[in-house]
């Protein structure tokens, strides 16, 4: 867990460098704790693509019950596949993408 850790600090020290508003990056905030639980409650000790694939169907579940807008879905999908991305790849990419 502490692997996680340190890298979603790393990102939300890179997103401080960049001129978003205090909303969003409480949002990111937000999303990476929900993250980073996530993993504790799965007993997971790295995000990589494949815990991003679990997260994000676990989210998918929420947005059809209605638990959680599209919107947020979205919001969270971005956090998740920064810090997969980051964790495969070792680089840390906040530009906009086009996912699966």
């Given at each position: 867990m502490d692997n996680i850790i340190k890298k979603v600090q790393n990102i939300m020290e890179s997103i401080k460098s960049i001129p978003l508003s205090e909303s969003a990056i409480?949002?990111?905030?937000?999303?990476?704790?929900?993250?980073?639980?996530?993993?504790?409650?799965?007993?997971?000790?790295?995000?990589?693509?494949?815990?991003?694939?679990?997260?994000?169907?676990?989210?998918?579940?929420?947005?059809?019950?209605?638990?959680?807008?599209?919107r947020t879905y979205l919001e969270k999908r971005k956090a998740a596949w920064i810090l997969a991305h980051y964790t495969e790849c070792g680089e840390i990419d906040l530009s906009r993408h086009r996912y699966k």
């Open positions: 409480g949002n990111y905030r937000s999303d990476f704790k929900e993250i980073m639980d996530f993993c504790q409650k799965k007993d997971l000790f790295s995000f990589d693509y494949e815990a991003f694939d679990a997260f994000m169907q676990y989210q998918k579940e929420r947005m059809e019950s209605r638990q959680i807008k599209q």
